[in-house]
């Protein structure tokens, strides 16, 4: 990573205390957009400080699709922020900062709505096992958890005023919720893995539910997200053989 530092500075000497703040907030760990960030600042679009704030942003909400608008035609346009940020000029720095906000704040307004409608007190435990561009799975650890990242699904565990939850805790079971960063609109969007902290367990709690609650097979998630999932399933299964059994 250094020797990506030290080209981008010998690029751009005149801006080399700003793209060490950049590169001190690049979000990929390993400077991948140092480079279009260095662009930028030197075209004079942007501070370093608003560049790392998009960038953030950007690596963020990568894929995501912007909150819909109608165009002058009535028709409904659906745009996406793209996976690739140097697909973006340096004059499109404004442009992507405003939509990049637009789908920060669009976030935060769906935070409080959950916060509202769940009425969560406390914190939302959860860990992310896995991340890329498009798939992210997270360790559910507590209710608020399940209710939080669960919402819009069928899932009996994601209601809170139920006890469902614990139900299944009760039965040393763990979650672990996979969610497209760019829905589809599919049932796969969101599933939910049940394990049991007891590997080989024949009490009927592990499984798989879509987001319409149909319980389907891990090969049907490998359909659904590809080759990778088996990596994904060694990480979770560890995960779950870990994690402290239920004190119930």
């Not at 501070?47 to 608008?69: C, N, Q, R």
């Not at 360790?139 to 399940?146: D, F, L, R, T, Y």
């Amino acid at each position: 990573m250094s020797s990506r530092l030290d080209s981008v500075l010998q690029k751009h000497p005149d801006h080399a205390e700003g793209i060490r703040l950049i590169a001190a907030r690049d979000p990929s760990k390993n400077l991948k957009y140092l480079d279009w960030s260095a662009k930028v600042l030197a075209s004079g679009q942007a501070l370093a400080p608003e560049i790392a704030d998009v960038v953030e942003l950007f690596h963020e909400f990568k894929g995501h699709a912007l909150p819909s608008k109608r165009g002058k035609d009535g028709r409904v346009h659906l745009e996406r922020i793209a996976h690739d940020l140097y697909t973006y000029r340096a004059q499109d720095f404004a442009n992507l900062r405003d939509n990049l906000r637009r789908l920060k704040r669009t976030k935060n307004k769906k935070l409080r709505e959950r916060e509202r409608l769940y009425r969560l007190d406390g914190p939302v435990e959860a860990d992310v096992v896995y991340d890329s561009d498009d798939l992210v799975v997270r360790h559910i650890k507590n209710k608020n958890a399940s209710a939080h990242y669960g919402l819009s699904t069928k899932w009996c565990i994601a209601m809170n005023r139920e006890r469902y939850f614990e139900d299944y805790e009760t039965q040393n079971a763990t979650f672990f919720f996979f969610e497209r960063k760019a829905p589809i609109k599919n049932e796969y969007d969101k599933v939910a893995l049940v394990l049991s902290r007891e590997r080989g367990a024949a009490d009927g709690t592990e499984g798989a539910y879509t987001a319409l609650d149909n319980r389907v097979g891990l090969l049907d998630l490998a359909n659904a997200y590809g080759a990778r999932v088996f990596d994904i399933f060694r990480v979770v299964y560890e995960r779950s053989l870990a994690h402290p059994p239920s004190a119930a």
